[in-house]
Structure formats: structure tokens, C-alpha cells
């Protein structure tokens, strides 16, 4: 079956504006998951949503928000671009018990300039 | 504060040999823990995982022992491979909070000839 899908893949951003990434999850998946890796922060939890809700958050600020739709593809935002958000943006699912594996996507390639 | 480290950045193995990849956390909450293997621009690829409630798990060429007492997780493969030449992440996650991962700073693996 296929995998979890992030679109864009690659993409170019210029200091101030604003990125929607976008996540498919594995068919059946209601958790959507997302995180953020950068070479000096490692990977970092951004935030997780199942049924339309968002359900855990990391430590990021409010630049950062998401959402999920009614058929658990979920989109994370970044507003207010800064040279630090450059970074590999990974999305992740999962079903929705304790104990169940994570998936993730091949990640969205962000460059902030 | 790094509550999963893996201690060691890097790690070089003769194709055939046994591959050990440790991994140590501070977080006593923590009860589910994976093995992720990544290619450098691509998501992280599930390997294996395991329960607090157990000390060992097993599949195919990778097993994963859980010390409890000792905070520490350890990844075994073997005969190590050429392709198993990447970064390996330990991740852990509390109850209840399964999709938020906290990741390790990753090992990379060279198996060479």
C-alpha cells in the first residue's frame, strides 16, 4: 500500500513569507504526526493530529501551527519564514493505537533566503 | 535537555561482522522505544521496536535489547551489510503520547568490505 506523501518535495522561500507543506497518511491512518530536522536540533516533534484535533504539541512557537482535514490529510504552516526554519520538514503516521508503529513521509525540503 | 542520546556519532563494521548501536535515556516515563535507519534527504525508515515490558526483540538480522534498570537500549544487527550503511535513530515515546517521538542525535553506520 502506499506510503505517507509530502508535497512539495523541495522548495525555496524568501525570509518573511509564509510555507504550506502538505502530508497524505498511510491509508486507514488517523494519526498525523510532524517534525522538524536541522543539523544542529537533530529531529524534533512539532506537533501530532488525529481526528481534526490536535492532540500533542512540541516546543515550537505559534509560527508553527497545522491542521487536519476529514480524510486525516493534514497540512503544517509556517508563517513568518525565518533562515532558521530552513530544515527537512517530516510528516508521519500512524493508526491510532498505543504501541503502533510510526511511518514517515520522505520529507519536505525547506531553504528560507 | 537531551533526554535520548546515542552517545556515539559514528561507527565503522567489516561487512559480516556484528553491528552494536547503544542508545541511553533519561526519561523514566518513557515506555516504547524504536530504531529508525535514514539516508541522508529521506525519512526515517522503521527498523524494529520494543516494549518496556520487554528486554528483548527480535527480527530477521536486527534485535533490540531494553536494560530498564540501566536506561539503555542497544540495536544488534547481524552479519552487518554494505546496504545497512546510514544513520540509525533510537526514539522513545511516553503512554498515551505514542506519536511524539523523542529522538536521539543518531549514529552513523559505515560497513565497509
Known amino acids: 500500500k502506499a506510503g505517507v506523501t509530502q508535497t512539495p518535495r523541495y522548495l525555496i522561500k524568501t525570509r518573511g513569507q509564509q510555507v504550506t507543506l502538505s502530508c497524505s497518511p498511510i491509508?486507514?491512518?488517523?494519526?498525523v504526526s510532524w517534525y522538524q530536522q536541522t543539523p544542529g536540533q537533530g529531529l524534533q516533534f512539532l506537533f501530532e493530529?488525529?481526528?481534526?484535533?490536535?492532540?500533542n504539541k512540541g516546543n515550537f512557537p505559534g509560527r508553527f501551527s497545522g491542521r487536519q482535514f476529514s480524510n486525516s490529510r493534514s497540512e503544517m504552516n509556517v508563517s513568518t519564514l525565518e533562515l532558521g526554519d530552513s530544515a527537512l520538514y517530516l510528516c508521519?503516521?500512524?493508526?491510532?493505537?498505543?504501541?503502533?508503529?510510526?511511518?514517515f513521509g520522505e520529507g519536505s525540503w525547506l531553504t528560507v533566503v | 535537555d537531551q533526554q535520548v542520546k546515542q552517545n556515539s556519532p559514528s561507527l565503522s563494521v567489516q561487512e559480516g561482522r556484528i553491528s552494536i548501536l547503544n542508545c541511553d535515556y533519561t526519561?523514566?516515563?518513557?515506555?516504547?522505544f524504536l530504531w529508525y535507519k535514514k539516508y541522508p534527504a529521506e525519512g526515517p525508515t522503521f527498523l524494529i521496536s520494543?516494549?518496556?515490558?520487554?528486554d528483548k526483540n527480535e527480527d530477521g538480522r536486527f534485535t533490540v535489547f531494553l536494560n530498564k534498570s540501566a536506561k539503555h537500549l542497544s540495536l544488534h544487527i547481524v552479519p552487518s551489510q554494505p546496504g545497512d550503511s546510514a544513520v540509525y535513530f533510537c526514539?522513545?515515546?511516553?503512554?498515551?503520547?505514542?506519536?511524539?517521538?523523542?529522538f536521539g542525535t543518531g549514529t552513523r553506520l559505515q560497513v565497509t568490505l
Open positions: 508521519a503516521s500512524s493508526l491510532t493505537a498505543p504501541g503502533n508503529t510510526i511511518y
Open positions: 491509508s486507514g491512518h488517523r494519526s
Open positions: 493530529y488525529f481526528s481534526e484535533t490536535q492532540r
Open positions: 526519561n523514566s516515563m518513557f515506555d516504547y
Open positions: 520494543i516494549s518496556s515490558i520487554k
Open positions: 526514539a522513545a515515546s511516553v503512554a498515551g503520547t505514542a506519536s511524539k517521538l523523542t
